[in-house]
C-alpha cells in the first residue's frame, strides 16, 4: 500500500477512535422543589462511563451573567477534562446573578438548596455516581468561586472537595456590584447578611480537615486582594489548602488554564484511600 494512503488511513483511524471514546455532553432538564420550575445543567460523563463503574461528580459552577452551558461553550479545556479526569462533571445553572444563596431578599432564589441538595440528588438518581462526599467536588469561576466555597463550608456532609478560580470570596467591597444587594438587601440596610455570607467570614464553619481546598486566582484579577486576603486568614487559622497565583486577568482564557489544575486536585482528593 501507498505510504500516503497508510497515512490517510491511519489519520481516519485516530479520529474514528477520538469519535467512539470521547466524553459524552448532555444538556438535561432537572426541577427544582423549592423554586417549583425546570432548571438546565450539562453533564459531562467519560468515555468509559459504559463500563458499570460509579464514578465521582465535579460541580462546575459558572459566574455572574453566565449559565449552565457557559463551561463547554468557552473552555475547550472541559471537553477532554470527563476523560482525562475519569470524572462525571457537572455544570449546573446557577441563573443570572444568584449567588449561589438562599436568598435572604428574594425568595424564588433558592440556589443554595437547588445546587447542594436538590440537583446532587438529581444528578445521584439518574447518573452511576459515587453517593457519598468522598466522591464529590465543587468548584467554579468568579460568582461560582464564591458560591462553591460558600456551598462546600456549609454542606461538609455533601461535599469532600472545592476550589474556587478568581472567585469573589469577599463580596463585602463591592456592595454596589453584581447585583448582590438584589440576594442580600442593601449592605447599609443589612449589614449582618453580608457579614455572614461572605466566605472570608466562613472559615468558622470548617471541622478540621474535612475539606480539600483549592484557591486559584490571577495577579491582575480584580478580585485578587480579597482572593489574597483569604489566603492570608487561612494560614493564620490553620486551615490546610493549595492557593496558587499566576499572572492573569478575571477572563476565560485564565479559567480554561486553571481548570485541568482545579481537577487534577480534586481527581487526586478521590483516589486517596
Not at 7 to 20: E, G, I, K, P, S
Not at 27 to 47: C, E, F, G, H, N
Amino acid at each position: 500500500m501507498p505510504a500516503n494512503r497508510i497515512v490517510c488511513l491511519l489519520t481516519f483511524l485516530v479520529f474514528a477512535c477520538q469519535l467512539v471514546w470521547a466524553a459524552k455532553i448532555d444538556t438535561v432538564q432537572t426541577y427544582s422543589p423549592s423554586m417549583k420550575k425546570t432548571i438546565k445543567a450539562v453533564v459531562l460523563t467519560p468515555d468509559s462511563y459504559t463500563n458499570g463503574q460509579e464514578f465521582p461528580v465535579v460541580y462546575l459552577l459558572h459566574g455572574y451573567s453566565g449559565n449552565y452551558a457557559d463551561w463547554v461553550k468557552k473552555a475547550p479545556a472541559v471537553h477532554k477534562a470527563a476523560d482525562t479526569f475519569q470524572t462525571i462533571i457537572v455544570c449546573p445553572d446557577g441563573n443570572y446573578s444568584s449567588w449561589y444563596f438562599d436568598s435572604p431578599a428574594d425568595p424564588t432564589s433558592r440556589y443554595e438548596t437547588y445546587v447542594a441538595t436538590e440537583l446532587v440528588n438529581w444528578v445521584d438518581s439518574h447518573y452511576k455516581t459515587i453517593k457519598n462526599r468522598k466522591g464529590r467536588a465543587i468548584t467554579g469561576l468568579s460568582m461560582g468561586g464564591h458560591g462553591a466555597l460558600y456551598l462546600a463550608f456549609k454542606h461538609q456532609d455533601v461535599f469532600g472537595a472545592a476550589g474556587s478560580m478568581s472567585g469573589g470570596v469577599d463580596i463585602r467591597p463591592f456592595p454596589n456590584n453584581w447585583d448582590m444587594a438584589k440576594k442580600l438587601g442593601p449592605y447599609a440596610q443589612y449589614p449582618d447578611r453580608w457579614e455572614q455570607n461572605t466566605v472570608i467570614n466562613m472559615l468558622h464553619l470548617l471541622t478540621p480537615g474535612s475539606l480539600a481546598l483549592i484557591i486559584d486566582c490571577g495577579t491582575e484579577d480584580f478580585f485578587f486582594r480579597v482572593n489574597n486576603n483569604l489566603h492570608q486568614k487561612m494560614l493564620d487559622m490553620n486551615v490546610a489548602h493549595d492557593y496558587i497565583t499566576r499572572p492573569g486577568a478575571h477572563n476565560w482564557p485564565y479559567w480554561n488554564n486553571a481548570l485541568p489544575y482545579q481537577l487534577q486536585f480534586m481527581r487526586q482528593f478521590f483516589d486517596k484511600p
